[in-house]
Protein backbone atom coordinates (compact mmCIF):
# COMPACT_ATOMS: atom_id res chain seq x y z
CA UNK A 1 0.00 0.00 0.00
CA UNK A 2 1.06 3.69 -1.28
CA UNK A 3 2.68 5.90 2.17
CA UNK A 4 0.16 8.75 2.60
CA UNK A 5 1.75 11.76 0.67
CA UNK A 6 3.65 10.06 -1.44
CA UNK A 7 2.49 10.19 -5.26
CA UNK A 8 3.96 10.37 -8.15
CA UNK A 9 3.76 13.69 -8.93
CA UNK A 10 5.32 14.94 -5.39
CA UNK A 11 8.38 12.27 -6.43
CA UNK A 12 8.92 13.76 -9.75
CA UNK A 13 8.48 17.49 -8.16
CA UNK A 14 11.12 16.35 -5.35
CA UNK A 15 12.96 14.36 -7.83
CA UNK A 16 13.56 17.75 -9.72
CA UNK A 17 14.59 19.46 -7.12
CA UNK A 18 17.34 16.76 -6.39
CA UNK A 19 18.57 17.36 -9.73
CA UNK A 20 18.82 21.07 -9.54
CA UNK A 21 20.60 20.36 -6.36
CA UNK A 22 22.93 17.90 -7.20
CA UNK A 23 22.62 16.96 -10.45
CA UNK A 24 20.58 14.31 -12.44
CA UNK A 25 22.99 11.38 -12.19
CA UNK A 26 22.30 12.02 -8.52
CA UNK A 27 18.66 11.56 -8.45
CA UNK A 28 18.43 8.10 -7.19
CA UNK A 29 15.73 6.14 -5.22
CA UNK A 30 17.20 5.83 -1.74
CA UNK A 31 18.16 9.60 -2.26
CA UNK A 32 14.33 10.52 -2.77
CA UNK A 33 13.07 7.84 -0.25
CA UNK A 34 15.44 9.70 2.41
CA UNK A 35 13.75 12.87 1.91
CA UNK A 36 10.36 11.36 1.82
CA UNK A 37 11.29 9.31 5.23
CA UNK A 38 10.46 5.77 3.46
CA UNK A 39 12.30 3.13 2.33
CA UNK A 40 13.88 2.75 -1.47
CA UNK A 41 11.51 -0.16 -2.29
CA UNK A 42 8.65 1.95 -1.22
CA UNK A 43 8.67 4.22 -4.42
CA UNK A 44 8.34 1.49 -6.84
CA UNK A 45 4.61 1.38 -5.69
CA UNK A 46 4.79 5.00 -7.61
CA UNK A 47 7.37 4.55 -10.44
CA UNK A 48 8.83 1.72 -12.28
CA UNK A 49 12.20 2.52 -11.73
CA UNK A 50 14.81 5.14 -11.95
CA UNK A 51 14.82 5.90 -15.42
CA UNK A 52 10.96 6.01 -15.26
CA UNK A 53 11.40 8.59 -12.64
CA UNK A 54 13.84 10.53 -14.83
CA UNK A 55 12.00 10.33 -17.98
CA UNK A 56 9.38 11.84 -15.42
CA UNK A 57 11.23 14.94 -14.58
CA UNK A 58 12.27 15.04 -18.44
CA UNK A 59 8.53 16.22 -19.04
CA UNK A 60 8.15 18.31 -16.49
CA UNK A 61 11.31 20.17 -17.11
CA UNK A 62 9.77 20.33 -20.85
CA UNK A 63 6.95 21.37 -20.07
CA UNK A 64 8.16 24.24 -18.02
CA UNK A 65 10.37 25.46 -20.30
CA UNK A 66 7.79 25.81 -22.64
CA UNK A 67 5.75 27.85 -20.54
CA UNK A 68 8.56 30.05 -20.07
CA UNK A 69 9.52 30.15 -23.94
CA UNK A 70 5.93 30.41 -24.53
CA UNK A 71 5.15 33.77 -22.31
CA UNK A 72 8.26 35.39 -23.58
CA UNK A 73 7.45 34.71 -27.37
CA UNK A 74 3.92 36.29 -26.51
CA UNK A 75 3.29 39.45 -28.61
CA UNK A 76 7.32 38.89 -30.26
CA UNK A 77 8.55 38.25 -34.14
CA UNK A 78 11.53 38.28 -35.55
CA UNK A 79 15.06 38.71 -34.00
CA UNK A 80 12.64 39.95 -30.77
CA UNK A 81 11.55 36.13 -30.58
CA UNK A 82 15.20 34.86 -31.47
CA UNK A 83 15.96 36.40 -28.68
CA UNK A 84 13.20 36.05 -26.26
CA UNK A 85 13.16 32.25 -26.97
CA UNK A 86 17.21 32.06 -26.34
CA UNK A 87 17.21 34.34 -23.23
CA UNK A 88 14.14 31.87 -21.50
CA UNK A 89 16.16 29.01 -22.61
CA UNK A 90 19.52 30.15 -21.06
CA UNK A 91 17.61 31.44 -17.60
CA UNK A 92 15.90 28.16 -17.38
CA UNK A 93 19.07 26.34 -18.00
CA UNK A 94 20.89 28.25 -15.30
CA UNK A 95 17.97 28.78 -13.08
CA UNK A 96 17.37 24.96 -13.30
CA UNK A 97 20.43 22.90 -13.74
CA UNK A 98 19.57 19.41 -13.23
CA UNK A 99 15.96 20.04 -14.97
CA UNK A 100 17.88 21.14 -17.77
CA UNK A 101 20.29 18.33 -17.79
CA UNK A 102 16.98 16.07 -18.13
CA UNK A 103 15.54 17.96 -21.03
CA UNK A 104 18.71 16.84 -22.91
CA UNK A 105 18.11 13.14 -22.07
CA UNK A 106 18.06 10.85 -24.66
CA UNK A 107 15.16 9.17 -24.31
CA UNK A 108 14.03 5.61 -25.58
CA UNK A 109 11.43 5.52 -28.35
CA UNK A 110 9.90 2.35 -26.99
CA UNK A 111 9.47 3.93 -23.68
CA UNK A 112 9.16 7.68 -23.86
CA UNK A 113 5.54 8.84 -22.47
CA UNK A 114 3.09 10.86 -24.42
CA UNK A 115 3.38 13.66 -21.86
CA UNK A 116 7.44 13.85 -22.79
CA UNK A 117 6.45 13.25 -26.48
CA UNK A 118 4.28 16.28 -26.33
CA UNK A 119 6.45 17.70 -24.66
CA UNK A 120 9.53 17.73 -26.91
CA UNK A 121 6.72 18.39 -30.24
CA UNK A 122 5.95 21.63 -28.23
CA UNK A 123 9.31 23.05 -28.08
CA UNK A 124 9.21 22.04 -31.46
CA UNK A 125 6.51 23.86 -32.73
CA UNK A 126 7.97 27.16 -30.71
CA UNK A 127 11.05 26.97 -32.53
CA UNK A 128 9.01 26.19 -35.77
CA UNK A 129 7.17 29.17 -34.90
CA UNK A 130 10.24 31.75 -34.96
CA UNK A 131 11.41 30.32 -38.33
CA UNK A 132 7.95 30.74 -39.96
CA UNK A 133 8.35 34.09 -38.91
CA UNK A 134 12.24 34.64 -40.61
CA UNK A 135 10.77 33.01 -43.94
CA UNK A 136 12.82 29.83 -43.55
CA UNK A 137 10.75 27.48 -45.90
CA UNK A 138 9.47 23.90 -44.18
CA UNK A 139 11.74 21.66 -45.95
CA UNK A 140 14.69 23.58 -44.34
CA UNK A 141 13.04 23.64 -40.89
CA UNK A 142 14.62 20.86 -39.34
CA UNK A 143 18.28 21.86 -40.13
CA UNK A 144 17.50 25.44 -38.80
CA UNK A 145 15.75 24.16 -35.42
CA UNK A 146 19.48 21.98 -34.64
CA UNK A 147 21.35 24.48 -35.73
CA UNK A 148 19.44 27.08 -32.48
CA UNK A 149 19.04 24.12 -30.65
CA UNK A 150 22.91 23.24 -30.71
CA UNK A 151 24.03 26.34 -30.67
CA UNK A 152 21.60 27.19 -27.31
CA UNK A 153 22.73 24.04 -25.90
CA UNK A 154 26.43 24.52 -26.66
CA UNK A 155 26.74 27.73 -24.93
CA UNK A 156 24.36 27.40 -21.81
CA UNK A 157 27.12 23.76 -21.44
CA UNK A 158 29.69 25.76 -21.56
CA UNK A 159 28.91 28.69 -19.81
CA UNK A 160 27.87 26.26 -16.96
CA UNK A 161 30.87 24.54 -16.70
CA UNK A 162 32.44 28.09 -16.60
CA UNK A 163 33.66 27.43 -19.97
CA UNK A 164 33.77 31.03 -20.52
CA UNK A 165 35.39 32.50 -17.22
CA UNK A 166 38.38 32.86 -18.40
CA UNK A 167 38.00 35.82 -20.92
CA UNK A 168 35.88 38.12 -21.70
CA UNK A 169 32.31 39.65 -21.40
CA UNK A 170 30.06 36.43 -21.22
CA UNK A 171 27.18 38.68 -21.95
CA UNK A 172 28.50 40.91 -24.90
CA UNK A 173 29.12 37.22 -27.09
CA UNK A 174 25.71 35.99 -26.01
CA UNK A 175 24.12 38.86 -27.79
CA UNK A 176 26.98 38.54 -30.77
CA UNK A 177 26.16 34.60 -31.00
CA UNK A 178 21.91 35.86 -31.46
CA UNK A 179 22.89 38.80 -33.90
CA UNK A 180 24.84 36.12 -36.02
CA UNK A 181 21.93 33.43 -35.82
CA UNK A 182 19.08 36.45 -36.66
CA UNK A 183 21.68 37.14 -39.72
CA UNK A 184 21.84 33.63 -40.71
CA UNK A 185 17.98 33.16 -40.22
CA UNK A 186 17.05 35.97 -42.82
CA UNK A 187 19.70 35.00 -45.34
CA UNK A 188 18.62 30.99 -45.21
CA UNK A 189 20.36 29.71 -47.49
CA UNK A 190 18.34 27.71 -50.40
CA UNK A 191 18.83 24.03 -50.53
CA UNK A 192 21.12 22.58 -52.87
Known amino acids: MPRAGVTVERLTQAAAELA ?20 AASLYSHVKNVEDL ?23 AGKDAL ?9 FAKAHPGRYAATRMRLDPETATDEV ?13 ILRGYGVPESEQTAAVRL ?28 RVLDALDVTLRNWPAPT
Open 54 to 76: RTRVAALALNELADQVTAALAGR
Open 83 to 91: VAFATAYRD
Open 117 to 129: IAAGRRHSELTRA
Open 148 to 175: LSSTFHGYVSLEGVGGFSHTGDVEASWS
Open 20 to 39: DEAGLENVTASALARRFGVS
